[in-house]
């Protein structure tokens, strides 16, 4: 029975790491352009396409090639900024969630044109570690760890490097970090590629896990907006909290109830916590 | 305001359409027609909360889902006929959206899209476990439920007439609304809610209403199309890509006025057909839809008939 | 008396915007309120018009106690406002803006009458041309005007001006001035919150001053400009001050 409870927890936290990195993304770019982007699904399948091909054809290992995907999403998030969304930047919301809504569908239309629906996975087999009777896969434990490396780099880039802190003060506000010198519009430029390039990191990790289709991103784009209300918009940690709150929930309740009720418990969490607090549970504001 | 002309020619333009098919009896004219109905009143309504009074709803399917389930389970299970059980579909739409309204209307912006969008994948986690209303797998219909309506293909006809004078209504309600001065209220609420309160609007009051009655109608289309369909299922009632279509048909015609979600939903249904059908495209239509999306919110964001209507006065009071 | 405020008190986290604020508006009069940049002037309209709750304190209209009621029913009840920030309804043409005073005010006109009263409005603060223009087109005095449109629309007993003239060059002042005169020769209170010294002193009946959200004077516009504390806050120096208020009131 302990070890039962044992293994949810210790599973539930790795899952939850890598749930919370998924969300970094989506979390960054939301607190600092304001903008939900719908893509963030996408984007996410996306990495776990690359981190396949990486492996199938560069023979490159995924906990390295999830670098180079890294810095793939930067490029591609910022230039996906500069085409569908820089024009409508100040624009009412619905602008810019259907600029990104239009931006998944390409993405996912061209990924179902090419790469078809068909499940694939990355053939990887690293064992795996047992923890006090949980026998847990070294994958899911590399993923975990990765993830909160992830984590703390986007934590150091924005606290500690200029352009992190010039992200962090179009953030707070547009027009006087412009007046400060700030170029606002590489700032929000570069928090869409890093937001973006974060979600496609996630995706090149998940994919070691499980088995995946261009369609796969979209379960992991809506916990993150679960993880986002849960830890609050603009911290990289209430990002990570949150994902380990959510991997939890859905290791530790399945326990007791049937799987099918988690992600209504999920959502039911998202709209509550939103009519309570919208700026987040763990959000100081 | 004024009186304006838009219903004068919209409406008998829309019964031409109707008649085709019932004159020729042709059922792929039938078929074509009733999902341009199904569109048409799906954008219109949505027109209602979205274009009038500025709240995005990204989660709207819930509604049709919602009232098409209601529907189903009281055709099924108390052999209640399509029109009286699909009145209660809308109704049952309705309530859910005001009592909704009450909580995630106070959210503004982005917040409450999310919320939306919650709500609809709560919904539909929570009806796949719902064994009474058949879970995961959903309804069917035994086939004998159309003998009151002599015979699977009359009851057909019958759905698609009963589509259009739902068509009809929603366009004349909608149409009603705006030219109201609930209308009005709601047009305030979209310009600057916290003038309009100022102004004297009871916008929380207003809110909940604008919800309900563009939830009201999909509830109904939800009533029918499943019922025609002959089954239900939760992952189809509570498909989210068919509430962005709905958004997309708004944007396309124009936020805001009745011809333009009208407009929008036409064109939309042709431009699916068209990528669908045609052998270059077929594979890739979804993604020329989202270029086709973005070139519209980028370029045109006040949709066709909103470009049409700026050019001129007369224009303005024909296209409403 | 249609209007009494009693110990109205209001913080912002630890800001105090308001503290005891006592006064009242006799029916018919003009009400000038004065005080320097952050002395709560708007956040002072902004607890008669609901837009958030008072900490403490009592406001009452027409002997009704309003403290807790929202904006939108204190708008029926006969409170009108103008906005120091305007507020068009940008997508809308003028004379729906017009309309929804009309519409949801103190008068709840039917939509008929809405249109016809915003017409005989419009033409009263001059802005009867522009009615089909959509009102975010308009410039910065005409949208100052519109505010004042939207609020005489809904038929207030009471209407809040909240630096109306500000913005606005010596012709469109005084033209301004004379609409503030023909609203009160319609039997409408008005309580309005001005800059422009001389321009409040010649139309107000009686001024109040508020300093850091607290009242330190109230009385006829010569006795609260000549109240040391008053010119005090205004301008460092009280001798200066002095002197430029009274050339001021010399020259206009």
Known sequence: ?285 | MGKGKTLFWLIPLLLVIVAIPGVSGSVTAREGVFLILMYVTLAVSLNIILGYTGYVSFGHIVFYGIGGYVAFYLMIFHGVHLIPAMIAGGIGAALAAFALGEAVLRLRGAFFAIATIGVNEAVKALVNNLNFIGGAEGLFFNFSIYKTYGGAARAIWFSYYTMATVTVVTIVAAYLIKKSKFGLGLMAIREDEDAAIILGVNAKRYKSLAYAASAFFPGMVGAVFFFKAGNIEPHDAFHLMKSIEMIFMVMLGGYGNVTGAVTGALVYERLKGFLLVNPLFKNLHMAISGVILLLIVLFMPQGIIGFIRDKSKKLRELLE | MILQVEDVTKTFGGLVALSDVTFQVEEGEILGIIGPNGAGKTTLFNAISGVFKIDKGKVTFKGKEITRLPPNQRARLGIARTHQIVKPLNDLTVVENVMVGACFGQGNASLAEARDKAMEVLEFVGLQEKWEVLAGKLNVPEKKRLEMARALASDPHLILLDEVLAGLNPMEVSSMLEVIKAIREKGITILMIEHLMHAIMNVSDRVMALVYGRKVSEGPPQEVANNPQVVEAYLGDPDLALKLFKDKRRRG
Do not use: Q
């Not at chain 1, 796969?216 to 709150?245: D, M, N, R, T």
């Not at chain 1, 916590?273 to 919208?278: E, F, G, S, T, Y």
């Open chain 1, 1 to 285: 029975m302990l070890s039962a409870w044992l293994g949810a927890v210790l599973s539930g936290i790795l899952l939850g790491l890598l749930y919370g990195l998924a969300a970094i993304g989506l979390n960054l770019i939301w607190g600092v352009m304001n903008v939900i982007n719908l893509s963030h699904g996408a984007f996410i399948a996306l990495g776990m396409f690359s981190s396949y091909f990486m492996a199938k054809y560069l023979h490159l290992s995924p906990f390295i090639g999830v670098f180079l995907v890294l810095a793939m999403g930067v490029i591609l998030g910022m230039v996906t900024y500069f085409v569908s969304l820089h024009k409508i930047i100040s624009a009412p919301e619905l602008s810019t969630l259907l600029a990104t809504y239009s931006v998944s569908l390409v993405i996912i239309g061209l990924g179902t044109f090419i790469f078809t629906t068909n499940p694939r996975a990355i053939d990887i087999a690293l064992g795996s570690v047992s923890v006090g009777g949980t026998v847990l896969p070294t994958t899911r434990i590399l993923t975990g760890i990765f993830s909160v490396i992830f984590t703390l780099w986007l934590y150091y880039f924005l606290y500690k490097t200029w352009s992190g802190k010039a992200i962090r003060a179009v953030s707070m506000n547009r027009d006087a970090a412009e007046l400060m010198g700030v170029n606002t519009t590489m700032a929000l430029a570069l928090a869409f590629g890093i937001g973006v390039a974060l979600a496609m990191t996630a995706g090149a990790l998940a994919a070691t896990i499980f088995p995946f289709t261009i369609l796969s991103g979209g379960g992991y784009e809506l916990k993150s907006f679960v993880i986002c209300v849960l830890g609050g918009l603009g911290s990289p940690l209430g990002a990570l909290l949150g994902g380990l709150i959510l991997g939890l929930i859905e290791n530790l309740v399945t326990l007791k109830i049937a799987t099918s009720y988690v992600p209504f418990l999920e959502f039911a969490i998202l709209v509550f916590i939103l009519i309570v607090k919208p700026t987040g549970l763990l959000a100081r504001r």
